[in-house]
């Protein structure tokens, strides 16, 4: 099991907007806060969001570079990720792969994929759902 992820963010207001409603719809609970950083723990896991120094911002983020590629959510149910994809379009947040959508892992694959603001990609897997291939 996963003890805790931190991710370093360009900004961190919008993060902390983005994810903090996404967490909070998967059932996670704002853990702790301060000036430059912000978690959200569901069970013993929890994911840490840091504002990161100007000097470090001048190269951004990109999940093809050496790194972490996305990041992969349990979903209840084909349902929920219906649902989840219905409230992340009122969001206005871009669906990635979606001429294949929600099967873009592949047949057995029902999922949606996503983009935080600083373009790491996010998936909410439904149960029962094999291999991912993105």
């Known amino acids: 099991m996963i003890h805790h ?4 963010v360009s900004n961190l207001k919008k993060s902390i907007e983005f994810w903090g409603w996404l967490l909070e719809e998967l ?5 702790q806060k301060w000036d430059q950083g912000q ?16 000097r470090f911002l001048d190269i951004p983020y990109h999940r093809c570079r050496v790194g972490l590629n996305h990041l992969a959510f349990h979903a209840q149910s084909q349902k929920h990720v219906d649902e989840m994809t219905a409230k992340l379009e009122e969001r206005e947040v871009q669906i990635l792969y979606k ?8 047949p057995q694959h029902y999922a949606v994929y996503f983009e935080d603001p600083d373009r790491v990609k996010v998936e909410l897997v439904a149960p029962g759902s094999g291999g991912e291939n993105k």
């Open 27 to 31: 059932g996670y609970s704002v853990y």
């Open 5 to 8: 992820i931190e991710l370093y």
């Open 99 to 106: 001429d294949n959508h929600p099967f873009s892992g592949g």
């Open 39 to 54: 978690s959200w723990k569901l069970g013993e896991t929890y994911i840490v969001f840091v504002q990161t120094e100007e």
